[in-house]
């Protein structure tokens, strides 16, 4: 009863929000607040990046020595240093820099999971460091208090608070009694009246979870198509070729969350041994080429998340000092334990192996791979620090940068159908940009070197964003 009064008085107080899924008027740097702009480093209305290496995001070649210009918030120039006129433009020295456009997370979340059993809101640390490491775009994917997730939105996008451009998911659905956090959909009824419920309310996205049953994942899916709003899941109870028959927009996480490979999974039902299976599949054989082609022929993307699963993989390299520095003291402390209760107990090595050639599999089958960060689990991928991980992992799996660019940035562009307007740089887009000290060419880690990261062409100070944070982490906010 409490709840329905708590949702009912926050829905009276701000009203029904309009189902306007992102503002593509550039924000201008007066627009912003006092402690935001403490932030800005760079708010010329026109200004040009120069002698850069570009990775346009388009998968084309790197190209080196070029200009960028933006006016206005929006791109409009690239081309060779020497060639674009920068006169009575402010300059921005790329040299020695990368330059490439803002990333888009796709598995977001502006909560976060602790070692030791905490969950919280992040909201004042998370929208920074998703910035602050070149995550322009956010979508939730998901989320535990979804009113707090739309107000933080609204003072992003008033320019009261430094932050991502960001999707709303609705809450989870799921079925059965397991879980305390989401919302526990039990009929195809009940599962419309969700659905229309966030969707009036902003939501763009909807997240299905392990449990959902497959009648009621079919009305929600009608229902949210019928209203223009999207789904996408962490599926378990439906397979991945089930998604794509009922009509799923995108599909969370890859192979590790497949039960299209265990024989004993029912309709409705996620198996205990669905993982077993998943990961004794050989990736490039017909099993994974079935799942592949229903994808790829239904155009469903998938969200790659290798930095969250690396956390329950024995001996990886997951005590990022970076990362420790921003938890607050006593995460810090559950998290390195939790490590090492993983180094001993964790998944084999070899599953991570498994899970990367799955993802560069589904690419090289046609399929089209996003990525995101998904700061849960154990706690050891943080916002932003852990998008920048999935480069590193990526790169691991055998993508080349130009590969791993686009997948972090018009890949998810194309998936939230902002890509006309963001994703990529080119002429006429919003300058959603990130410079990155070093050659991401050479270095897949270069990607922690974020300098200057440009979000609608105002130029923010990725160490001060990271800097705000430092120990806070995990504590609420
Ligand atoms: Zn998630």
Known sequence: MMRTTLLAAAAFAIGPLAAAPLALQAQSADQLSAGVRDHVTVDAPAFAITNVTLIDGTGTPAQRGRTVVVRDGRISAVGAAGQVDTSGLEIVNGAGHTLIPGMTGLHNHLYYTAAGGRGMQLNFSAPRLYLGAGVTTVRTTGSRNAYSEINLKNEIDAGRTPGPRI??????????????????????????????????EGATWLKAYTNVGYEEMAAAIDEAHRLGIKVTGHICSISFTEAVELGFDNIEHGLFTNSDYDPTKERSECPNTYRQYAMSIDPSGPEAQATFSAMVNAGVPMTSTLAVYELFVQDRPTRDPRSLEAMAPEVREAYLEAKENVDRDGWPPEWMDVAMAYEKAFVEAGGLLAFGVDPTGNGGALPGYGDQRNVELLAEAGFTTEEIVQIATLNGARILETDEELGSVEVGKIADLVLIEGDLTVDPSTIRNTVIVFKDGVGYDSASLFEAVKGRVGISQ
Do not use: C, D, K
């Open 167 to 200: 999707h709303i998911t609705a809450p989870y659905i799921t079925g059965g009694q397991g879980s305390t956090t989401m919302t526990l959909v039990n009929s195809p009824e009940q599962a419309r009246r969700f659905v229309a419920y966030w969707a009036a």
